[in-house]
């Protein structure tokens, strides 16, 4: 009985570190339906910096935070304050 708790524990707990991944990645690669694959932007939409991730992350707090409705307000105000630390990781990470 008690290894079937351990393998059942390992189970839950590889799913979740799996689906989190998938959900960063997921979330990260979205960018790029607006900002382009190289993220440079277009006239209407604004290049995305990822050469400093904690300016990222700054960047992501200040519209997940603003009171108005943009759309990028929009977009993030769901995530977690984690889930913005994970995709700056992961877009400045895959961006050097």
Do not use: W
Request: a positive charge; charged letters at 25%; aromatic letters at 14%.
């Amino acid at each position: 009985m008690k290894n079937k708790f351990f393998f059942l524990f390992f189970l839950l707990q590889c799913g979740f570190v799996f689906s989190n991944e998938i959900k960063t990645s997921t979330i990260a690669n979205n960018c790029i339906s607006c900002h382009g694959l190289d993220f440079k932007g277009n006239e209407f939409i604004n290049v995305i910096d990822l050469s400093d991730k904690d300016n990222f992350f700054l960047k992501m707090k200040k519209f997940k935070e603003e009171k108005g409705n943009s759309v990028m307000h929009r977009i993030l105000k769901p995530l977690t304050y984690s889930d913005l630390e994970n995709i700056a990781n992961y877009l400045c990470k895959n961006n050097e």
